[in-house]
Nanobody, 124 residues
Framework: QVQLVEFGGGLVQAGGSLRLSCVAS????????MGWFRQAPGKEREFVAL????????LYEDSAKARFTISRDNAKNTVYLQMSSLKPEDTAVYYC?????????????????WGQGTQVTVSS
């Protein structure tokens, strides 16, 4: 399995931006579909964005489409989530996850490797 570590969370005001990074080790990241998920207190973990091993295609949850961008640098074994126009409802722990296959609908249950998560807090 691939080991994942997230970086880049923090406290930001509404309307601000953050870039999350997910660094992988143990396996070549280019073999994996990579997803970002988030979990707010008292809520289920939900899908945010996904990117294929080659970088295309990318998929987004509806509220993230116009504001977030997922990308990857396979040479650095790193996946990014650029978040802009952040809203208080984006507050959550953000996780990156890896899966060798694309399943539909996208579900966290299908992802085999997970990072420990990074907290994103958006103040109003």
């Amino acid at each position: 399995q691939v080991q994942l570590v997230e970086f880049g969370g923090g406290l930001v005001q509404a309307g601000g931006s953050l870039r999350l990074s997910c660094v992988a080790s143990g396996r070549t990241l280019s073999s994996y579909y990579m997803g970002w998920f988030r979990q707010a207190p008292g809520k289920e973990r939900e899908f945010v964005a996904l990117i294929s091993g080659s970088g295309e295609p990318t998929l987004y949850e509806d509220s993230a489409k116009a504001r977030f961008t997922i990308s990857r640098d396979n040479a650095k074994n790193t996946v990014y989530l650029q978040m802009s126009s952040l809203k208080p409802e984006d507050t959550a722990v953000y996780y990156c996850a890896a899966n060798l296959f694309l399943t539909w609908p996208i579900s966290p249950r299908d992802f085999t490797s997970w990072g420990q998560g990074t907290q994103v807090t958006v103040s109003s």
